[in-house]
């Protein structure tokens, strides 16, 4: 397991329509010949990869999970357009599909920053990335019971895919990395949480967002 922070590294680079925080997991049949290679050689190497968010891939979701979630990819571009930080990220599990696709699921690791990223030889995304320093540790406190208790109930949705539904949550940074996955919101809005590095920052931003939701339909009622 990677577990250092500070220090650079060149791995591949997985762009996709959604954000992973650290802890997360992610369930995806991979489609394209290029994440295929890179995948590959991620398990040959005994070496992760990163996730980062791009809005310009194509995606068909399974329908067994919400955003961030079990998808299947087809590119739309070459060249896509990535965000600066990501998410380091080991493969858990691999497997082919009926399809004789390659399915994995990816835990994400820590947070990643893009120094620079390039095209390799497949055409596939490689990148220096920074390793960044954990969040701090902080406990979920009584003042977080709303919060959790919009959480269990986001996980509960069948939506949910099955790989998620048990997530660790005892922690602020946890706390808030799995409400940004599961909530309805706009990836630009989960890549705004994500580059955040304060935990508890993050929820109270959660909480003010929340807010203005329920204030705008209150309105609109």
Known sequence: ????????????LLPVP?????????????ASAQDQDLLGRSLKDAVGVGLVLSEHQIWVNDGSTGDAASAEETRAQSH???????????????DQNAKGQLEVVLTARQKLKILDAYEDVSGGLR????????????????????LVGILEDLLAHPGVAREA??????????????LVELLPIKN????????????????TRIERM????????????
């Open 165 to 178: 539904r048990q997530p660790r949550y005892e922690h602020a940074a946890e706390l808030g990395g799995r």
């Open 210 to 221: 929340l807010d203005e939701i329920q204030k705008e339909k209150g309105t609109g009622e």
């Open 188 to 203: 630009a809005m989960r890549q705004r949480f994500l580059e955040l590095s304060d935990p508890l920052a993050r929820l």
């Open 18 to 30: 959604l954000v992973l925080f650290p802890g997360g997991k992610l369930k995806m049949t991979v």
């Open 80 to 94: 896509p357009e990535i965000a600066s930080v990501g998410t380091y990220c080991e493969i858990l599990d691999f």
């Open 127 to 146: 990148a220096e990335c920074r390793l960044l320093e954990p969040e701090p540790s902080i406990p979920v406190g009584p003042e977080d019971e709303l």
């Open 1 to 12: 397991m990677m577990n250092v922070h500070n220090s650079d590294i060149e791995i591949g």
